[in-house]
């Protein structure tokens, strides 16, 4: 029997989401727009693609019905501790990530593994850069401080340049590289739609059920194993 879903924000993404829910085994059972606080009863999950403001307020009304949740907002780091506590007092379940595409997580761990290669390669130095469409709110994007992040665990502490674009539709582009007087190494991932971050919040939908516990997208692909040069350059 389908999973009752309930999306949490009827914007692009929603839409996207609800044209590729039954693949995946759900049946859109609620549809809410931002503010609205219907009755939960019978769903077994909800995906949330909102505003930044809205999400610590959207994770408590969801956990307090019992309700596990992908978030896939960004911008609202600052209440990250608030979110985790929530998580955590309420006993339910949180999926979350700023970037839902199974390729940019990939790279994600790319990234990480060419930022421990070069740590002590002191004629490099790095740039983070990404762009996206006119409309999006936040700048750098979430992904790309997530990326930059990665270096950090990665063990480069030199800087980083950071820069971002917004322009036109593209639904997303993010670069990273590393130069010197020698040569250049361009690492770029380019999303052509949002089907492929619609696909993975479903994804983590299926996992979370049945989960405690706050949760990134790449304990859903990876299974938490750490990440090194060696396993991912093998």
Known sequence: MPKRLAII????????IEQLAAKHDFEVALRV??????GLAGIDVAVEFTAPGAVAGNVEWLAMAGVPVVVGT?????????VKATIARLRTGLVWSPNFSVGVNVFSRIVEAAARLMKDEAEYG?????MH???KQDAPSGTLLKLVEEMRRGGYEREI????????????????????AADTITLRHTARSREGFAMGALRAAQWIIGRRGFYEFKDVIFGG???SPAAVLR
């Open 126 to 130: 790095a740039w983070a850069w990404e």
């Open 161 to 180: 340049s950071v820069s971002s674009n917004r322009a036109g539709r593209a639904p997303g582009t993010h670069e990273v590289g590393f130069d010197s």
């Open 74 to 82: 960004t911008g609202w780091l600052d209440e990250m501790e608030r």
């Open 133 to 135: 469409h006119a409309a």
């Open 33 to 38: 727009d931002q503010g609205e606080r219907p």
């Open 225 to 227: 194993e750490p990440c």
């Open 9 to 16: 924000g009827y914007g692009k993404m929603g839409h996207m």
